[in-house]
């Protein structure tokens, strides 16, 4: 079991309605064998809890923080100001507007403190990129990224192939 | 001179490059002798500081505070998080997108804490908004704006008559 | 009971259909046992009657207006332009745009009339802001609101730890 | 001189920073000899004399109204609330967002109240669209505009002459 | 019974698809006792067909034309290219865009060619503009638009009343 | 020099304003010595001469149309309504709206009557689409483009390397 | 049959979710008796296997790709890197945004490298365009075309005229 | 001189237009002491020669890519498909759209292939966000990101105190 002690990396989110698109960052970790620890910490209503988390997760040995967030989305951006750590935003199509106002509110942040964001909904692609982050110095995980891509392709031409044989 | 001591509005900015759009919020308060203190103070770069500020401020008796942010701006909402008095968040036109992205940025804001928006580079329409919550239990300065609008009004006949008297 | 007599805030839409996001208005209202009025009356079909009620609400000491509109969104803006009240716009996302022709419609009032807008369909944002103003002048209701703000955090962590229990 | 007296045409607009793009609709009303009358006259800022105003026009015997806004451009529809005379809507490319706000808050109205709207700053069309409006039922106006269509092709065809002799 | 015969607008569209949308542009007409034809006739797939039938209407007397058409929305523009007559466009929600492309391919006109443009799918509003036109030289069908209008002021008026009672 | 006589590709626009970003395809095609003839000629404004063109256009053997238009961009869309030949869109970034609204109007175009879309003001594009389609038929014309395709891929290597010696 | 041998239009897309829209290209092509291949070849799932297949297409003889892609859509840019052949991309309607994300990814192309794009979910015409190109050097398919266009002509003015018997 | 060899980070772009944004990712890599290499190599253009030196940087040890890329911005995308090193992505704002396109074709990768956006134009960040990859394995970098950090809230609390002063 992969997650919570010792974690690399904090899958961090402002409500429990984002727990279905936030998950599959958990699944991919755990496919990966990466400890994560899953929160619910909003940057809005638990401003003080969330500061608190991110100081004592780095402390623990965080490696990568994730976090989701729809409509205004500012829980990357405030994880983003208290540590040195990256931090992956992930706009959710929550609300009228479809995440097109959580996007802009990630990805536009100012000189100095830098939000990697992904697609909207994109919570697959943070978990990638967090293991893409921890293997730049673990040879072995990066062994295992390319065996995902390879198992990527392989699917690819499989369907491919499927499709011109009916 | 209406600024700094006792002040009971805030004017804030991430940046010292959002002056000129902030000052026009100071010279409205400034025309209604309300005492304001202004402040940079950015939420991505100083953010413990921010927060003890929101605070003292309130404690100090500030009644209403006034945040423009332009981009990815969070500053109105992280504010928003740290006290129950109201909020005015005035987006900035600054970057590629010309606001769009900090206006999404500040009225989207999640159910529990509102952040009141104004227009884009709106901090007239800021300032302004402050002295109605602060005249709502004010007559005085409720009659202050009476007049102020009597003026406005003045002002489009004025030039309606001159435009039909050439 | 409190709505209706000797109301602190009117909630003003322009159509029946309007009712079930702005009747979020009212129950948090009623939660904070502010005593509000409630009324059915667009500024493009019953303009007269309009302005009527906006100047009989402030005579009778109505402190805030809350106006939900969709569209070409005209009806908080019409009252500001009655009043020197706050007036709280709410973009509702009815049509075909999902409000984001309501919100521009809204928020990018013209300088010297501000109306103070929240998130599309943000209803319950919309009542918060009202009481927040009202708060200002308020201790009492302050206080409330510091409850209100624990209870909201309270929830986020009783969230947090059933997650992380199961 | 066609200004003013008896107009058939009247020509609003918020400010007189409007005036520049709304004096293009003059002059095409002035080429086809249609009375017309240019008023600045606010929704927002002199709410009762506009809607006076409407009232009087109406009364004179004005058959169109051109309204032209920036902004959360209300004024073609409050007009439209006060008259049964089609009003034609011009949204200015004022403002931060280059008249997108001000277009749909002019064309997105409810069922009930229609505003012709036009292109953002096409005044010179509100203009043609009202001679149009005044030919339906003046078949010598019509044969004004025959002309002028007729003028406008035969420079297309100049222009393309030239083209192609050089 | 009010189609097809001495019609005096003439209410268009690119496919039958459209119509759900469109004929709630009859059903006013039908309201006002206005004569009209209503006709599927495609700028693009029977372009020939279509410059026939606006000269052919125009000669018949038709005074307004209606054009309804989504996406690339070249309809209502085309027909005004071959006409005097006014051209009120209504965009329709069709496709993945829901609209927007079909409003600014309506709305965006360029000099000398208007086309009167009214909300996304807003046929009803479509044929009161169309009515307005034809009252501005018809006083007693400026009558029954008075009548209308108070119609609607009723209605929302009982509405009011109602959600107070209850 | 290769325009105008047994021209095979047509270049049109429907304003002289629209000739400094179309003669960058008229320069492309006389680098590939293809001939072309280049016209003004609006949809809106000579829509019967329009008309007239494309059909002696086609039968004198031209083989691809390339159209520019800004705004309510409908030209690429009604040449597409009277050819079979491919029509090739060029989207101008005149007006407020810099473009997007000549986007959507060229290339949301309905089943039936396709127009091959290129960027905004990629006029340079359009003429080496139109030598692609042209080449599809022509060997001698693809080695052209592969030269072409060669020299463009040279240069990137060219200031590719003078960027790392300097 | 017309599938797979000696095909002269290849319809690729990066994933089998994109198979219905795209087997209408492939219905079209049918229709028309063009022989065509339809693969699934990701453009960022096998890069490698994707530029061997446009290299090896081309070798074999095809005329045209048809690449449709959602999200940030590369496929048809990309393909375009590697051949001088015509590209038509189809930007698809999956994800949030509903396809103006790989509207704009598809279009906005930089020079020297064009794709000629439809319209969102446009399979159906980018058939008919890649017919067209064809039909540019093939008489007898280009009357297959001005039939088509015949039928389309015919089912609108049947339709038409069922509309106004009922 | 902190550039070219055994670099850590390649900063990529299709065009030496892009030089002037992104020599700000170069020279915060210079003020960090990361060794770096900067190349313009186009995804359209030169794409064999891209992927091949994709596959060589990540031979020589590179750790991280940045690539800027503006309009249809397939840059960042395409080197994504060819490895598993962390892909920075920088919008950059050229063109009619100013980088909402280059934003939506970066950020909205498909499932398995990851692009880290930061904001339009924001290639300061990039490089910071680049250095935070680096500094999860490197204690001695991240001390420098901290002191970075520092020198940020510095400048900003000096310049917030020299407007209070003045």
């Known amino acids: 079991m992969s ?14 309605s984002d727990l279905p698109v936030m998950n599959q960052a958990a699944e991919v970790l755990t496919e990966f ?5 899953i929160r619910i910490l909003s940057a ?8 608190e988390y991110v100081k004592e997760a780095e402390e623990k ?26 931090v992956i935003g992930v706009p959710l ?31 697959k692609n943070a978990a990638l990129l967090a293991i893409q982050i921890l ?3 673990n040879p072995i995980l990066n062994k295992k990224l390319l065996t995902y891509k390879k198992k990527m392709e ?3 031409l499989r369907k491919d192939s499927e ?4």
């Open 3 to 16: 997650a919570n002690k010792n974690f690399q990396v904090a899958i961090l989110m402002g409500s429990d």
């Open 33 to 37: 064998e990466i400890k994560y620890q």
């Open 44 to 51: 809005h209503r638990v401003p003080h809890k969330l500061q």
């Open 61 to 86: 040995g965080v490696k990568v923080f994730i976090a989701g967030a729809g409509l205004a989305a500012h829980l990357p951006g405030v994880i983003a100001a208290f540590t040195t750590r990256p």
């Open 93 to 123: 199509a929550s609300g009228a507007l479809k995440g097109i106002d959580s996007l802009l509110a990630i990805v536009q942040m100012p000189s100095g403190v830098p939000v990697a964001t992904v697609a909207i909904d994109g919570s």
């Open 135 to 137: 293997a730049s110095a």
């Open 154 to 156: 392989d699917e690819v």
């Open 163 to 166: 499709l011109n044989k009916s």
